[in-house]
Nanobody
Framework: QVQLVESGGGLVQPGGSLRLSCVAS????????MGWSRQAPGKQRESVAM???????SYSSSVKGRFTISRDNAKNTAYLQMNSLKPEDTAVYYC?????????WGQGTQVTVSS
């Protein structure tokens, strides 16, 4: 079992920034990916960004150039730096742990972009 705890969500004005953190604990594998997905009201959950063990990253087209994912392997922690936030970024953001076996998800943190 892997437990994920997210933090850093909140209310921000359009054009502002937020930084999300996700700490993984429990049965952490040697090789795993960590990332973020989000779900807005009435919409399906969508993958936002992933960070792989190799150091490579991937982003959805809707956030590329504005969001940056990073990870600290020594701390089993992933971060999502979100800049130039837009109202359409409003959603619950979920941390994801992906390795051999089932994926694990955090409880979610609310991000609201509004003036």
């Amino acid at each position: 079992q892997v437990q994920l705890v997210e933090s850093g969500g909140g209310l921000v004005q359009p054009g502002g920034s937020l930084r999300l953190s996700c700490v993984a604990s429990g049965s952490i594998g040697r090789t795993y990916a960590m990332g973020w997905s989000r779900q807005a009201p009435g919409k399906q959950r969508e993958s936002v960004a992933m960070a792989y063990q190799s150091g490579s990253t991937s982003y959805s087209s809707s956030v590329k150039g504005r969001f940056t994912i990073s990870r600290d392997n020594a701390k089993n922690t992933a971060y999502l730096q979100m800049n130039s936030l837009k109202p359409e970024d409003t959603a619950v953001y979920y941390c994801r742990y992906a390795a051999v076996g089932p994926d694990y998800w955090g409880q979610g943190t609310q991000v609201t972009v509004s003036s």
